[in-house]
């Protein structure tokens, strides 16, 4: 086993499934619900301490799982002995450049998330790969995977990505994962119908369009963004969950053929009314906090739902009336949880 330098855990803040949970580590536990990096809380790696070479790290060549976490490695390379490597870690190290990979066609995983890379290259040889992460660089572009058929998890959060492109040969893509970068249009995703969570929080982007061959999407994230129209998603579906919150939704609408979701959130919108969404009967979890909603009246859309287990709706101007908990007892008398705070019997 590789010898490594293992840094302190921290706590996880708690937060919404809108985001993928498998990529992260100290940097994405420290993002809150809007998708911003809360300054508080401490940053994970300093880049200012100075990188050790690979001549001092021991290689274990019948090492399958290589775990090289945060040894403040500054550039790829010896790690030709790893003939049997399945997976390879070295997120938060200081490496620039993804080099001196060629020779680990086993490879399975590929984790390079938080270091200082500009560049997806170098990767062609690596066609047996599963899963990439290169989450918390500083990537410009998604380019150099045209080899990496088998991927099935794409991890590309918190870079400067400007647009999605180049992933036309990754055909049994089931997740993809683009938050917190600068992507102004969803597009170019036509080929990946294998696509089951697709993640896009914490963007730039103003429309929902060009998801219609997404018809196995399951999740669908496009928190802090903006979008002022639901729209787009009538093929989606097979869709479960879907994450809109932060946004500049005024109405409910355009969900006529989503009969299958079971989460719904439109938290921090502009919407007035709750409306549209009395066919959604599968409905678990209704985010609806931080809105204009002034009518209890509208709970009856929700009557339906009968699984229906968590209301949130504080911070609207219902949340004023002194029975506020109550009448949502009332109305909706399968809620087991009234905004963070679960009912008691």
């Given at each position: ?223 802090s963004n903006r979008i002022t129209k ?15 919150s932060h946004n500049g939704v005024e ?95």
């Amino acid at each position: 086993m590789a010898t490594l330098t293992v840094g302190e855990p921290q706590e996880m803040e708690v937060d919404r499934r809108g985001e993928s949970e498998e990529s992260g580590d100290d940097e994405t536990k420290r993002k809150s619900l809007n998708g911003e990096v809360d300054p508080e809380q401490p940053a994970s790696a300093d880049k200012e301490e100075s990188p050790v070479d690979m001549d001092t790290i021991t290689l274990d060549p019948e090492e399958e799982d290589v775990d090289l976490v945060h040894c403040r490695i500054g550039k790829i390379e010896g790690l030709e002995v790893l003939k049997k490597a399945k997976t390879l870690s070295m997120r938060q190290n200081l490496i620039k450049k993804i080099e001196n990979l060629e020779s680990l066609v086993s490879l399975r995983e590929l984790d390079l998330y938080d270091n200082q890379i500009r560049k997806l290259e170098n990767l062609q040889t690596l066609t047996e790969l599963e899963q990439l992460d290169v989450s918390f660089n500083i990537l410009r572009k998604i380019e150099g995977l045209e080899t990496l058929t088998r991927v099935k998890k794409l991890f590309l959060l918190h870079n400067k990505i400007t647009c999605i492109a180049n992933l036309d040969n990754l055909t049994n893509l089931e997740m993809l994962e683009l938050g917190s970068n600068r992507i102004r249009v969803i597009e170019n995703l036509d080929s990946l119908t294998s696509l089951d969570s697709l993640f896009l929080g914490t963007n730039k982007i103003t429309q929902l369009q060009n998801l219609d061959a997404l018809t196995n999407l399951t999740v669908l994230s496009i928190q802090s963004n903006r979008i002022t129209k639901i729209e787009g998603l009538q093929n989606l579906v097979n869709l479960r969950e879907l994450y809109l919150s932060h946004n500049g939704v005024e109405v409910i609408e355009g969900l006529e053929n989503n009969k299958k979701l079971t989460t719904l959130d439109i938290a921090a919108n502009r919407v007035k009314k709750i409306e549209n969404i009395s066919h959604l009967t599968e409905l678990q979890e209704f985010w609806m906090n931080d809105n204009q909603i002034d009518n209890w009246a509208d709970l009856d859309e929700l009557k339906n739902a009968k699984g229906l287990v968590t209301v949130y709706l504080e911070r609207n101007p219902l949340q004023k009336d002194p029975q506020y908990r109550r009448k949502i007892m009332l109305a909706l008398p399968s809620v087991r949880q009234i905004d963070a705070t679960f009912i008691r019997f």
